[in-house]
């Protein structure tokens, strides 16, 4: 199982890498990291679980922030209560996005930025992503709101930019104005 201290914090210089493609059939390496990414992310939105295995919760994780340049990521979001819906996107694309930009009120975050951080990122407020799922079938999806954050919180993850990366350090909340708020 992936603990907090097998992912990568923000000073290392391979996050800031872009990922390279995956090739099929994927390894059964990285088929278990997907398996090991996906129970972490879960664990760690239960709150029994995410304090009994002292893990920081968290909705998304890309490879290279466990060491491994390769372009996946993987998404867990919670529906309902404790009813949580795994996505997978193995060399993911963004296909289409909407006009509309949104950021996260109360800030962005990231298993891989361990410090408070204040400021907007501008976001789409929907997107279409295609990719592949372990075993190298299509996948197409169209999210919104949260879920569209995170996949693209994910994405620019696999082409080396942080959101911290995005925040303008003179003026966190510059054009807040333009953007709504979710």
Known sequence: MLKDKDILDE???????????????????????????????TLSQIPEKSEELNLRPGMGMAAVQVGILKRYFVVVYEYEDQKFENYILVNPKIVSESNEMIYVEEGEGCLSVNRPTEGIVPR????????????????????????????????????????????????PFKDKDKYRAI
Not at 15 to 39: A, C, G, R
Not at 137 to 145: H, K
Request: net charge negative.
């Open 11 to 41: 000073k290392c210089k391979i996050l800031h890498q872009v990922s390279e493609e995956v090739t099929f059939p994927m390894s059964e390496t990285d088929k278990k990291m997907i398996d090991d990414m996906i129970e972490h992310l």
């Open 124 to 171: 789409h407020a929907r997107i279409t992503m295609e990719g592949f799922d372990q075993e190298g079938n299509p996948v197409r999806y169209r999210v919104r709101e949260d879920l569209a954050v995170a996949f693209q919180h994910e994405y620019d993850h696999l082409n080396g930019i942080m959101f911290t990366d995005k925040i303008d350090p003179k003026n």
